[in-house]
């Protein structure tokens, strides 16, 4: 199977709750894979709040992102979610789903 950067996104999700050791992920963020910018500045800014930043399309949530966090919210301890970029560059259903994923607290 062939791997591209939505794919390598939700690995490098994963490898946040890959260790038992690991410190709980309280935070994902959300950037288009098409607008790297906007990923660069919200993978800087997750990472430094101890968290993953997952990519996506404009239009729809992929099924990369949505399993990366899934993944994440199973762990037990997410409570927010970061998107980075605006409605030029992510949907409003894009960001809707995405949201539907990270549990209220």
Known sequence: RESDRYDTSRLVAAAF???????PVTVVGLATGQNW????????????????????????????AAT???GL???GALRSGLV???RDT????????FAALVPAR
């Open 90 to 97: 992510l949907s409003d259903t894009t960001v809707a789903a």
């Open 37 to 64: 910018p906007d990923a660069l500045v919200g993978a800087a800014a997750v990472g430094n709040l101890g968290g993953p930043l997952v990519l996506t399309t404009p239009d729809v949530l992929r099924p990369t």
């Open 73 to 75: 919210a199973g762990a």
């Open 84 to 86: 980075f970029g605006g």
């Open 17 to 23: 709750t890959a260790s038992g050791d690991a410190t």
């Open 68 to 70: 990366a966090v899934t």
